[in-house]
């Protein structure tokens, strides 16, 4: 089996750019074979702001079984079954993890409060209602869903000793964060890459995703976009932009590669 994270920029995203009500990008993921795919419930309560509609999509989803949803509590009582008495301290370990992949500190100016709590004493009760009022006070615009987006990932990996995958925000920085958490086995699937992915794991073509390629493209104008960041086909690494239907239409050639970090790069040795 193959494990799948996704996070709210991805889903309001690929939920956006669709055919019709029932047939959007991230429903081509879906259908991808043995895929396990996760969400956490922050992402929930932040897509509201993203995308009116999408919040209802996810949690058909989830009632159907397709998305798995965690939360804080779903988090540390699995954790309780591992390290008994620890398993707060050790929730909060991951939680500093996941702040610092935003910056050395972070943690310090957001989870203050937390710092103080006595996590071998009080309860998981205690503990959910002190952070969960610390949360609504942090407001908008500080990361919140991605740094619990990284605590299920450190969550599943531990579980699951495997290769995790990350369906994630275009922001390169948050990328190179998640990149950066040590021993943690992730690869970076962004919008563009997504299809990438689909191509890989479905074996769909270009003529029978031409109509998502359309629509993204349609996506891109609308937002005055024009290229698509790429790697160029050597050992250097150089960054190149390049028009974003010739990316779309030769990701169906089989001319990229994957990066753990979400870029594509140009092989080598083209198919």
């Known amino acids: 089996m193959k494990y799948a994270l996704f996070d709210t920029d991805f889903i309001s995203k690929t939920h956006t750019v669709r055919l019709d009500e029932e047939n959007h990008i991230i429903d081509r993921i879906l259908e991808m074979p043995e895929y396990i795919f996760y969400c956490h419930e922050q992402t929930i309560e932040e897509l509201s702001r993203h995308n009116s509609h999408a919040p209802a999509w996810l949690e058909d ?157 349609g996506y891109f104008s609308a937002h005055d976009r024009e290229t698509i960041r790429v790697v160029e086909a050597s050992s250097v690494g150089r960054i190149e932009r390049v028009a974003c239907e010739q990316v779309l239409t030769e990701i169906f050639e089989d001319k990229f590669i994957e990066l753990p970090n979400g870029f594509l790069k140009y092989r080598l040795d083209p198919e």
């Open 61 to 217: 989803r989830i009632k159907e079984g397709r998305i798995i949803k965690y939360t804080d509590e779903k988090i540390i009582d699995e954790m309780s079954a591992v390290y008994s008495g620890l398993s707060l301290e050790r929730y909060v370990e991951m939680l500093k993890t996941a702040c610092e992949a935003f910056g050395a500190g972070y943690f310090s100016e957001i989870y203050s409060e937390i710092k103080s709590l006595d996590c071998l004493s009080i309860t998981k009760g205690h503990f959910l209602k002190k952070m969960k009022a610390i949360e609504k006070g942090i407001g908008t615009g500080k990361h919140l869903g991605e740094i619990k987006c990284y605590v299920l990932l450190q969550w599943l990996n531990l579980q699951l000793g495997d290769q995790l995958y990350y369906f994630c925000s275009d922001d390169k920085d948050a990328r190179d964060g998640i990149l950066g958490i040590e021993d943690i086995k992730v690869r970076c699937i962004t919008l563009v890459s997504s299809l990438l992915r689909i191509h890989i794991e479905t074996g769909s073509d270009v003529s029978e995703m031409n109509p998502y390629i359309q629509a993204l493209l």
